[in-house]
């Protein structure tokens, strides 16, 4: 059986440069300041209120990337497609499907159980409040907010 061999020649030039390309690309500080600047956290928000949305979107879209649907139904799907969030708000009173089931979801799936969740609602239950903390709700919110309260509790659950 013969075996062919075939010789491609480099001159030291080429070798060094195709070296450098692949091996060793030096990232800069300006570099990894500018791909800090622009890696924005991504948030999901869930409400059957597009005025809310409208409002987190004001406050929120010039430090994070957001992502919204009207319903958890489109957002289970949109998880499903391998999206995952850094942090998710979520309405708790919602047809189709309750907020509160939504986090049952999101906190019994591998996939997305560290996902922090803030419920936002406007039950003023504290018994309502207390079962969804302990389901694994990381904030809970009273509406109406102040958007301003939203985006600092946003950053501390999600530590930029």
Known sequence: MGMSLTFIQLTYKDYYKSFILNNFVPETNTARQKNKTTMKKKILLIDDKESIAKVVSIYLSAEFDLTYF???????????????????????????????????YVKSNALFSLIPVIMLSSEESTSERIRLLEEGADDYILKPFNPMELKIRIKKIIKE
């Open 70 to 104: 009207e319903n958890p139904i489109k957002a289970i799907a949109w998880l499903q497609e391998g999206n995952i969030p850094d942090l998710i708000i979520s309405d708790i009173r919602m047809p189709e499907m309750r907020g509160d089931e939504f986090l049952h």
